[in-house]
């Protein structure tokens, strides 16, 4: 699955600095000048699962490959970017391609990084980079109002579009995202194809300095009550340490690092994990002596689902899954074990798929 997550945020941030430590194949220029980042720069993120190490102590496979997410760091967005301002429409055109936006708000204070709004002011910042997503989405809407309206007269399908986008055109209007509007499934058909800028999941990083990393500050802390009641969750970090970390390659040095900072794990780990949960996401794993890997899929997904993943034509072959649970598959140690004892399952088409289940499916070409 293609699963991206879009890091934005105004200028000097953090965000690249953020998107060198988060990227394992790909590293972004993190210099002190606007738009450093102009044309977006991608990298895979290994999402970090103790168990998929812990399954390939067991089968000593030939190869192991964890699920990944994409991580797109975009140029930084300016005030008036709706209208064209700074990379303007290039941005916002990179931002509708992913599935969840990591919003970098900047909660230090530097004299010596450069900053156009004034004093720091996270909320302000969080709020102006939301107007200007909001304005380009409104934009959107409008367009393809008229548009319905003009066919509404004579067309019953239209003119049911055109109370949906009237909804959005208000909603939009009063300063408010698309994604607390709750349309249903079946009204989000009208706005699919504009692919709306505020109908995306957002987390919040709050990057403060060093001082701050373990207890956040005044600014991390007033962003966090900014938005509670949004649903949305707040990573508080120090983008520059982390940064530092994913440089070593060495795991003792690496552990000596964060030894020094009394860290116990980095927060780039949470960050992860919390992109993984706010898009809904769950892992199944295959095990085998050639390869043991993680699969992303989402929640709820039942096992013909969960094999398209893998290959298309598995979902439409669909026959059976053998699955035996991962607590299952660790306690006994093998396949052969758990099918001994009996723990391995099969399981149909209307199966609902678990985390961590270790799966092969049976399927017809």
């Not at 992913?98 to 530097?110: G, T």
């Not at 074990?337 to 209307?350: F, N, Q, S, Y």
Request: charged share 30%; hydrophobic share 40%; glycine share 6%.
């Amino acid at each position: 699955m293609a699963l991206k997550a879009g890091i934005v945020g105004l200028p000097n941030v953090g965000k690249s600095t953020l998107f060198n430590a988060v990227s394992n194949s790909a590293k972004a220029q993190a210099s002190n000048y606007r738009f450093c980042t102009i044309e977006p720069n991608t990298g895979l993120v290994n999402v970090p699962d103790e168990r998929i190490d812990k399954l390939a102590a067991l089968v000593s496979p030939e190869r192991t490959v964890p699920t990944q997410i994409e991580i797109v760091d975009i140029a930084g967005l300016v005030r008036g970017a709706s209208k064209g301002e700074g990379l303007g429409n290039k941005f916002l055109a990179n931002i509708r391609e992913v599935d969840a936006i990591i919003q970098v708000i900047r909660c230090f204070e530097d004299d010596n990084i450069l900053r156009e709004e004034g004093p720091i002011n996270p909320v302000g910042d969080k709020e102006i980079i939301e107007t200007e997503l909001q304005l380009k989405d409104l934009d959107s809407v409008e367009r393809k109002l008229q548009k319905a309206e003009k066919l509404a007269k004579t067309d019953p399908k239209a003119k049911v579009e055109a109370e949906i986008l009237a909804k959005c055109k208000l909603h939009l209007e009063q300063g408010k995202n698309i994604i607390t509007l709750g349309l249903s499934k079946e009204d989000k058909v009208a706005i699919a194809d504009l692919f709306l800028l505020t109908d995306k999941l957002v987390l919040y990083v709050a990057n403060v300095d060093v001082a701050s990393m373990h207890t956040g500050n005044k600014y991390s802390d007033a962003l966090i009550e900014a938005v509670k009641n949004e649903g949305n969750e707040v990573i508080v970090m120090t983008n520059a340490v982390e940064a530092e970390i994913a440089e070593f390659e060495d795991p003792d040095d690496k552990a000596m690092f964060m030894e020094e900072y009394k860290m116990t794990e980095p927060a780039l780990d949470r960050l992860i994990h919390s992109t993984y949960k706010l898009l809904n996401l769950s892992t199944y794993f295959t095990v085998g002596v050639q390869e043991v890997r993680a699969w992303t899929i989402h929640k709820g997904w039942k096992a013909p689902q969960a094999a398209s993943v893998i290959h298309t034509d598995f979902e439409k072959g669909f026959i059976k899954a053998e699955v035996i649970s991962y607590s299952d598959f660790i306690s006994l140690g093998s396949e052969a074990a758990c099918r001994e004892v009996g723990k391995l399952r099969i399981e149909g088409k209307d199966y609902l798929v678990q985390d961590g289940d270790c799966m092969h499916f049976r399927f017809n070409v």
